[in-house]
């Protein structure tokens, strides 16, 4: 199939044998399509959702594939489900070569967590930076994180007073996907200056019809948002899913890191997403919501 991630990645010829990789958000839209790409490379996957029964068809796949697979169910509006997840995936892999923060969400009702965060904000970034920040030290020396972010960050400057104020819809989604690039790039800053190699990066996957992105939309968008499947040149899910499949285990981005990629090139994010004190304020702020120690602190 000429469709598959791997291949419009240019990575078919990877060989993931052996390696262990975590893509959250994986029981359905580019991330499922990344998780059973890795698996046909022959990476062991761990799929992540709320849904069980979407999740357990993934492993089903990977299985058939002759890989390893197993699902993890966590809600990532969660702290707890977030940690506990982290938990299952130390305590059933000898390290993480593959670390995708791939699960989020566009959401349409204002609320705020058990932490008092705007829920978008605490789903997007928060439960990704937890996550990272627990399996830091189980990541393999070379292992990657990749981050799904999205070119609507474009439209959002740093605030970070309004992350306990309730709100929703594309100003709360723009905002936490500002964040994740500012995220990727502050971690990658920090793994390089305590001397590790791991390597992070975020991308833009496309505006992708067939995600799932739409059915949060208001309104009738969700059905002409769906139409576009059919219109030529609008991103598909495996383009989506290859752009992860090509930061995750691309031999020509050995080393890369802190840099954020529309589909698979390089491009320049938003002044917002370079300014790197926000990126510092960013990662303090985000350990004191969560109550953490704060993460590769000192650099």
Not at 50 to 60: L, M
Not at 107 to 118: A, H, K
Not at 133 to 159: C, M, N, P, W, Y
Request: charged residues 20%.
């Amino acid at each position: 199939m000429s469709n598959l991630p791997e291949r419009i990645a240019d990575v078919e010829d990877a060989d993931c044998t052996g390696m262990q990789a975590l893509v959250t958000g994986s029981t359905s839209g580019i991330g499922r399509h990344a998780a059973l790409a890795l698996g046909r490379l022959g990476a062991d996957v761990i799929v992540h959702g709320r849904d069980r029964q979407a999740g357990e068809a993934v492993v089903d796949e990977l299985t058939a594939l002759g890989v390893e697979g197993r699902f993890v169910e966590a809600d990532f509006a969660d702290t707890d489900s977030v940690w506990e997840l982290a938990a299952t995936v130390r305590a059933e892999t000898e390290s993480l070569d593959i670390l995708a923060n791939n699960a989020g969400g566009f959401f349409r009702n204002n609320r705020l967590t058990g932490l008092g965060v705007e829920y978008t904000f605490h789903v997007n970034h928060l439960s990704p930076y937890l996550l990272t920040a627990e399996l830091l030290d189980h990541l393999a020396a070379d292992a990657r994180v990749i981050t799904t972010a999205s070119a609507a960050h474009k439209g959002a400057s740093l605030d970070l007073d309004r992350v306990s104020e309730a709100d929703s819809g594309m100003g709360a989604y723009s905002h936490s996907k500002l964040a994740n690039i500012l995220f990727s790039t502050e971690l990658a800053r920090r793994l390089d200056a305590a001397g590790e190699d791991v390597t992070a990066n975020s991308f833009h996957p496309g505006a992708i019809p067939g995600s799932g992105f739409s059915r949060f939309l208001p309104g009738p968008l969700p059905d002409l948002f769906a139409k576009l499947d059919a219109v030529p040149g609008v991103t598909s899910v495996e383009d989506g899913a290859a752009a992860l499949v090509n930061l995750a285990v691309s031999p020509r981005l050995d080393g890369t890191s802190g840099r954020y990629f529309s589909g698979q090139d390089v491009t320049t994010p938003s002044s917002a997403a370079r300014n790197r004190d926000g990126a510092k304020r960013l990662w303090e702020r985000s350990a004191e919501w969560l109550d953490v120690e704060e993460p590769l602190s000192g650099y």
